[in-house]
C-alpha cells in the first residue's frame, strides 16, 4: 500500500478563501495608526487648548460640529476606535473565555459595536445646534435668524 | 584548544533548582510586560469608549442633559480618571507603533527591548507635558 505525499510547498488544493484574521491584523495596524493621530488631536483640542476640559458644553460641540472639519474627524474616529477596541475584545475574549461564555461575549461585542456605530453615527449626522435655542443667547439669535 | 580530551568521570554542572518562581509564573521581562500592559490599557480605552459614545449621544436629546453629565467631567474625581486615561492612551499608542515596528521590520523584532524602554521614555515626557497642564485646569479653581 502506498500513500502519495504531495511535493513540499505545492499549493493547498482547498478552495481559496477570505483570510479574516489576515485582515483584522491589517486592520489593527492601519487604524491603529490613523487613531494615534486623530485621537491625539481630540485630546488636545478637548483637554489641553483653552480651558481645557472646563469649556466642553453644549455649545462647544455645536460650535465644532458646525465644522464639517470635525464631523469628518469626529466620524471617523467613531468607528475606527470602536471597531479597533471591539476587535481587540474579541482577541481577549477568545484567549480567556470558553464554550458557552465565549460565544455570548462575541456576541454581546458585535450587538454593541453595530448598535454604537449606528448611534454615534445618527448623532453626528442629525445634530440640531437649535435644539436648545428657546433658551436665548447668542444661539437663540443665530437660530431666530436662520429661521 | 577547545577541543582536549578529559580523563577521568565527566560530572555534569551543578545547577541549584529555584526554591519558588521567581517574581511571577512568565518571566517575560520587557516582551511580556508590554503585552500585559498593552491588554489592559486597551480593555480600559474600550470601556471608556463605550460609556463616552453614550454620554456623548446627550447632545441629541437636548442641551441641558448634555451639560449635566459633562459637568461631572470636571470634577476633581473625573480629573484624576482622565489623567489615568490619557496615560492609558498615550502609553497605547506608543507601544502600537512598537509592535507595528516589530511585525514589519527585522530591525524592529531585534531591538523590542530597547524599544520598550523608549516607549516608556516618551509616555513619561508627554506625561510630564500633559499632567501640569490637565492638573491645574482641574485643581485651579474655574
Known amino acids: ?147 | 584548544m577547545s577541543s582536549q580530551v578529559q580523563s577521568g568521570p565527566v560530572t555534569a554542572p551543578r545547577i541549584p533548582s529555584p526554591k519558588r518562581p521567581a517574581g511571577t509564573l512568565y518571566r517575560g521581562r520587557e516582551g511580556m510586560w508590554s503585552w500585559v500592559l498593552h491588554r489592559i490599557t486597551g480593555t480600559a480605552i474600550y470601556f471608556f469608549l463605550l460609556v463616552h459614545i453614550l454620554d456623548t449621544a446627550l447632545v441629541r436629546i437636548s442641551p441641558d442633559a448634555y451639560d449635566a453629565v459633562i459637568n461631572t467631567y470636571k470634577t476633581p474625581v473625573m480629573g484624576v480618571g482622565e489623567a489615568g486615561l490619557v496615560a492609558a492612551i498615550v502609553f497605547h499608542a506608543f507601544n502600537g507603533l512598537r509592535i507595528i515596528l516589530i511585525d514589519l521590520t527585522a530591525w524592529g523584532a531585534r531591538h523590542q527591548r530597547l524599544m520598550f524602554w523608549i516607549v516608556v521614555g516618551l509616555w513619561a515626557v508627554t506625561m510630564a507635558g500633559f499632567l501640569p497642564r490637565h492638573l491645574s485646569v482641574v485643581f485651579g479653581g474655574h
Not at chain 1, 43 to 70: M, R, S, T, Y
Request: proline fraction near 3%; glycine fraction near 10%.
Open chain 1, 1 to 147: 500500500m502506498t500513500a502519495t505525499i504531495p511535493a513540499p510547498r505545492s499549493s493547498s488544493s482547498r478552495p481559496r478563501k477570505v483570510n479574516w484574521e489576515k485582515w483584522g491584523w491589517l486592520y489593527m495596524r492601519i487604524s491603529g495608526v490613523l487613531l494615534l493621530v486623530l485621537v491625539f488631536g481630540h485630546l488636545f483640542v478637548n483637554l489641553v487648548a483653552g480651558d481645557g476640559v472646563h469649556a466642553i458644553d453644549f455649545a462647544f460641540v455645536a460650535g465644532k460640529w458646525a465644522d464639517p472639519f470635525w464631523v469628518v474627524w469626529d466620524t471617523l474616529m467613531l468607528w475606527l476606535a470602536l471597531i479597533h477596541g471591539a476587535n481587540g475584545m474579541r482577541t481577549l475574549t477568545n484567549d480567556y473565555a470558553r464554550g458557552r461564555l465565549r460565544k455570548v461575549l462575541l456576541g454581546a461585542i458585535l450587538v454593541s459595536t453595530i448598535v454604537l456605530i449606528l448611534l454615534g453615527s445618527l448623532v453626528i449626522f442629525t445634530f440640531d445646534p437649535c435644539i436648545g435655542a428657546a433658551q436665548g443667547g447668542d444661539l437663540a439669535q443665530f437660530c431666530a435668524a436662520k429661521g
